[in-house]
């Protein structure tokens, strides 16, 4: 009786590929985005425009719910891509703001509609109940343009 309670404690073999996510993101357009899925999650990969950074650069720490320069969001020397897990961090709802359709709430980042949080160009948390920036994955790049997440 005990046997399919074991057998279902090891993750299978799909569930094991997905550790990691490898994707080229180069043919991602300035100001576009692309979402990734990551151990079950949307990662949101998005290619921000020089006015995107200079926005979240040019934000008095002061007036965040969660304070963090846009320098600690994102890789050094890689300011124009932000890697942010695509989970509202109010109650889990994938926020909107990936596809050129998209609400992107009123600090152009992204926008929660299930109660009305807005992200900013950082991820970072701005307006509405949220508590809590857009969380950042493990990655990193392994060539220019090639990421790895987890
Ligand atoms: S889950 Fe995003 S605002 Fe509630």
Known sequence: MAWPF???MNPARDVLALSTTEADIKSVPVGGAVTLVWRGKPVFVRHRTAAEI????NVDLAELRDPQPDSARHKAGKAEWLVVIGVCTHL??????QKPTDPRGDFGGWFCPCHGSHYDTAGRIRKGPAPANLALPTYAFTTD?????G
């Not at 889990?92 to 703001?97: A, F, I, K």
């Open 6 to 8: 074991i057998s279902s």
């Open 54 to 57: 200079e926005s979240a650069v």
């Open 92 to 97: 889990g709802c994938v926020p909107l703001g």
């Open 145 to 149: 343009t090639q990421l790895k997440i």
